[in-house]
Nanobody
């Protein structure tokens, strides 16, 4: 399974950005996908996750501003609104199947104040 993220970039504080993730090479119908982020000097943290049945979980900081969706099988999108400088990080996509998980290489999000 190959996981590829896209959509990162430089935005100004208050703007929005949408990240995309595709997990190719899997035929599993039961899976979960998640977005994590890691800022310099900080631990990787969960942004949001979604299962193939639609169960969604958000990190506390993401509630109300970020939205995860899974409109196509093995795709995950992360819509980020009202971005803050503290949201700047490398955002990683994770694909989880039964007893396996795969990670993308990450996409950089930079937020200028």
């Amino acid at each position: 399974v190959q996981v590829v993220e896209s959509g990162g970039g430089l935005v100004q504080a208050g703007e929005s950005l949408e990240l995309s993730c595709e997990a190719s090479g899997s035929s599993a119908s039961s899976y979960a996908m998640a977005w994590y982020r890691q800022a310099p000097g900080k631990l990787r943290e969960l942004v949001a996750s979604i299962t193939s049945t639609g169960t969604v979980l958000y990190g506390d900081f993401a509630k109300g501003r970020f939205s995860i969706s899974n409109p196509y099988i093995h795709f995950a999108y992360l819509r980020m609104n009202s971005l803050k400088p503290d949201d700047a990080a490398v955002y990683y996509c994770q694909y989880r199947g039964v007893d396996v998980e795969y990670w993308g290489r990450g996409t950089l999000v930079t937020v200028s104040s």
